[in-house]
């Protein structure tokens, strides 16, 4: 998979797609980033990249003719999906994850300023993608979630210690409860059946524990969930 970002600040991202599994999965040659300073695509001498709203108001508007340049320029395959970072956006889920992680060409847009010419979200953006209800100064660090979460999914990105299959949103519950030796920690016990060796309880008291945080946390995902009987009972017991 091919990840290109398009930013003001390009090394916003040095951390984060260098280190950890991000880091490993571009060593490992699962994807490849490409991040571009869109300013280069300015047509001013000056590098502009923005201009004050016709109409008036205050704030400034990103241009279309730079970004529209450098999405043309890194679009050397079939159409990419261009995303575009903002808080208008469809609000981010973990199965628009799994769509995304099945792409070979992935562009995100990030903005710093006030807006976006409409022409950018008419005619070369394919989705806009919102992390939450809250504004950020900028895209970058919802692209970086974004990317993070879509990059963990891909085939031997996680390595094999760790899976994406029973993560928390995919099997549509809230994780159970994990813990790790000492059986005991001033005086909290693990509980006596993750020490009994046997494996189907285990499984069972893992499903019914999943199902009761989410229905304390967040009623509103059982709802959505197609449950067997044997998963009703257990969320009554
Ligand atoms: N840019 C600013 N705020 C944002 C948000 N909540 N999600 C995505 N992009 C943003």
């Given amino acids: 998979m091919r990840i290109d970002i398009l930013t003001l600040f390009p090394e916003m991202f040095e951390g984060v797609l260098g280190s950890s599994i991000l880091g490993k999965a571009s060593e490992r040659g699962i994807v490849e980033y490409n991040v571009t300073n869109f300013r280069d695509y300015s047509e001013s001498k000056h590098g502009t990249v923005d201009d004050t709203p016709y109409g008036g108001g ?7 003719e730079p970004l529209f340049r450098a999405v043309e320029a890194v679009t050397t395959d ?13 609000p981010y889920q973990q199965k628009l994850a799994e769509e995304l992680a099945q792409e070979e060409h992935l562009v995100f847009i990030c903005g710093h300023y006030e807006g976006y010419d409409e ?30 979460s ?10 094999n210690q760790i899976s994406a299959v029973e993560d928390s949103f995919s099997t549509g ?31 069972r ?7 009761r ?3 304390a946390r967040r009623p509103e995902l059982l709802e959505q969930l197609e449950m067997n009987e044997d998963m009703k009972k257990l969320l009554l017991e």
């Fill in 213 to 215: 945080r989410t229905k």
């Fill in 119 to 148: 022409r950018i979200r008419e005619h070369l953006v394919t989705d806009e993608i919102s992390i939450g209800d809250y504004v950020l100064t900028g895209g970058e660090l919802a692209a970086m979630v974004v990317i993070d």
């Fill in 58 to 64: 205050g704030g400034m508007v990103l241009k279309p």
């Fill in 173 to 203: 519950l809230l994780e159970h409860p994990h813990y790790t030796r000492p059986a005991e920690f001033r005086g909290w016990k693990v509980p006596d059946i993750l020490l009994s060796g046997h494996h189907a309880n285990i499984v």
């Fill in 150 to 159: 879509i990059v963990r999914l891909q085939p031997g990105a996680l390595g």
């Fill in 205 to 211: 008291w893992r499903l019914k524990e999943s199902l």
């Fill in 78 to 90: 079939a159409k990419p999906r261009v995303i575009l970072m903002c808080p208008q956006g469809k």
